[in-house]
């Protein structure tokens, strides 16, 4: 069975700072891996996705993620975060047999001026 | 092109009644999945549509029903309410299935409060 563990339900950056939100995925093969963000009273919004090939994935807004199947994470960067970033991130895995997109349970960014 | 479209925004019911929640997809997109968000719970997938045809479905009692009609549009009934029931209820559109790897596109959803 897959799952997502995001470490961290709340992270606390200055505005200018890196970004750094952990998500550890376990499936017994090659996943598809996203990031979403949501803003208050909003859906999700799809930030990037990881499919197969390059490791380095760039999204919207400035954000990344790097797959690392060894560590079996993938982790969103953004090197410098603005005040707009605030919001609450989601990291989903499907694939393998599993139609249905299972999601950690957020991280709650905030960005301090 | 018009994202997904949920109707209404908002829905206040009383334990024991019913309701009927709406999802119109992007054009062009033939699957269409529900899911729950609460604070306790999280996110959690409901069902999911492909043409018509309920292609999964998570673990949710038989209170909760969906259906998708030939124009892709999908509604979601939750009969004999409960307090527990009241969540934010988001739709989204993709178009394929999460085998092939295809981003779900979200609706800004339907919250439900139970009262």
């Known amino acids: 069975a897959q799952s997502v563990t995001q470490l961290g339900s709340h992270v606390s950056v200055s505005e200018g700072a890196l970004v750094l939100l952990r998500c550890n995925y376990s499936s017994s093969v090659p996943p598809y891996l996203f990031w979403y963000v949501q803003y208050p009273n909003q859906g999700l919004q799809l930030l990037l996705k990881y499919t197969t090939g390059a490791t380095l994935v760039k999204g919207i807004n400035g954000f990344e993620a790097e797959f690392k199947k060894s560590e079996t994470s993938f982790h969103l960067t953004k090197p410098s975060a603005h005040m707009s970033d605030a919001a609450e991130y989601f990291c989903?895995?499907?694939?393998?047999?599993?139609?249905?997109?299972?999601f950690g349970s957020g991280t709650r960014l905030q960005v301090q001026p | 092109k018009a994202g997904v479209t949920q109707t209404p925004r908002y829905l206040i019911k009383t334990r024991g009644q019913q309701v009927t929640l709406s999802c119109s997809p992007i054009s062009g997109h033939r699957s269409v999945s529900w899911y729950q968000q609460t604070p306790g719970q999280g996110l959690q997938f409901l069902f999911e549509?492909?043409?018509?045809?309920?292609?999964n479905k998570g673990n949710f009692p038989g209170r909760f029903s969906g259906r998708q009609f030939s124009n892709s549009r999908s509604e979601m009934n939750v009969s004999t309410l409960e307090l527990g029931d009241s969540a934010l209820y988001l739709c989204a559109s993709s178009l394929g299935s999460g085998e092939d790897g295809s981003p779900l596109h979200f609706g800004n959803g339907t919250r439900l409060t139970v009262t």
């Open positions: 549509y492909f043409s018509e045809t309920q292609r």
């Open positions: 989903a895995v499907s694939g393998a047999g599993r139609r249905a997109l299972t």
